[in-house]
């Protein structure tokens, strides 16, 4: 059970409605009235209740005065963009609190954690490779899947646990500025940009799946019976894996509820299966490695660069060589390209742990190389007083903050560009 005491807010490096960036988030301007009732300022978004009281506390808005998320589109393919809603800051930052406590209990059930997962996809990729070579699991892709839950479904799931369903409801925008059709109110539980979208939605589907199950065997799941799924039935995200026999009834029921199986990528016949992004046949892998950017035309084009090699690292890694090879000719016209293993620094060509020198450093005597990094520039972000101590209070983990100067500077960068240097090459 989840408890409002459990849960700690935190800040994401995304995106806000109100349009806030870096260490401004930490001193945000407003609060909700929905929020105030259970997660009240002075305990949630204050370090603690003599700042509140010096500060005076945040503008409470009331339902009708509150912020709509901000509907806009991101990249999906180079075809097609894909939708999302940029949340309100005071929202987004308790849904990443409570994401964080739903993530820690999923993880600590000895039950839950064997069928849904909020961080790892793994689980679900070998299984569709099992799928590919024993043909007794099937992986289901659903269309438009966070579209298709409704908040009326998530109220029923949490009907028996007001405290949780008090403090998701008390996170959850009810209004979308949507460009072209003003500010409209929301029937589903959250768009893509709601931290909570991606579990609610595995939580949802879950049950469905095991309601399918339930009614094929014609007879209540029991927890021993339960147990016999591990490793049979997974939910990640709308990546959905169940045995074959039981994909009619699922299928039944996951359309009784309002969502649409897409069946041009289920797979439930044949050697063929996929998965979080893996595609596997009869036991290989058959993943399609795919190009998000274009190409690099001259050495202005940075990012270009970075993702492109990216892109040729992954076909490398696919057995695409003479595409590499291509590539490299390509990419080596406007731009140092070495050879360097995985992890280093430079932006370089990778091939099974291989490298090259070009010298040696004169005081670490060890191996370097000439090529490119990335660099980026930070925005100016001051940030003193009780919103410091704030953020202080809400960093994770025992280690002191990796940047010395993240009180001074933050937020994603404002530009990126790439540097030639000499550095290591692994």
Known sequence: MILTGQITGRHSSGAVADRLKGNRKY??????????????????????????????GFDLREPGSELPVRVITVPKTLKTPRIIAIEPSPMQFMQQGLL??????????????????????????????????????ATLDLKEASD????????????????????????????????????????????MGSALTFPFEAMIFLVIVLIGIEKELKRPL??????????????????????????????????????????GKSFWT??????????????????IVRCRSRLPAKRKDAI?????????????????????????????????????CEDSPIIGRVEFGQYQT????????????????VSTKIPVSRLDDWPALMKFFLKRGDLPVFDRNHLLRSGRPVSVDIKTRWTSPF
Not at 36 to 55: D, T
Not at 115 to 128: D, G, K, R, V
Not at 308 to 318: D, G, M, P, V
């Open 304 to 340: 270009e660069f970075i993702h492109t090699a990216s892109f040729r690292n992954r076909l490398f890694q696919a057995g695409y060589f003479k595409t590499c090879d291509w590539l490299d000719a390509e990419i080596s016209n406007n731009f140092i390209w070495p050879l360097v």
């Open 358 to 373: 070009d010298r040696t450093s004169p005081h670490l005597h060890a191996p370097l190389v000439k090529g490119h990094v």
């Open 222 to 263: 029991t927890k021993g019976y339960l147990k016999t799924l591990f490793g049979k039935v997974r939910i990640y995200g709308d990546d959905i894996i169940v045995p074959v026999d039981f994909v009619p009834s699922v299928y039944s029921e996951l359309e009784a509820f309002g969502f649409r199986v897409n069946a």
């Open 27 to 56: 001193d945000q301007m407003h609060w909700t009235n929905r929020l105030e009732q259970v997660f009240p300022q002075g305990e949630y978004a204050f370090p603690n209740w003599r700042a509140y009281l010096e500060r005076g």
């Open 148 to 191: 298709r839950v409704s908040n009326q479904l998530v109220r029923r799931l949490l009907k028996n646990h007001s405290t949780f369903l008090g403090a998701v409801d008390a996170c959850r925008s009810r209004k979308a500025d949507v460009p072209g059709h003003g500010v409209i109110r929301l029937a589903k539980f959250a768009s």
């Open 100 to 137: 964080e406590a739903i993530s820690e209990n999923v993880g600590r059930d000895d039950i839950l954690t064997h069928f849904i997962s909020n961080e790892h996809q793994e689980p679900n990729q070998l299984l569709a490779l099992e799928g590919s070579i024993t043909g007794a699991l």
């Open 270 to 287: 044949g050697k063929f299966r996929e998965s979080c992004g893996k595609e596997y046949y009869d036991g290989f892998d058959v993943s």
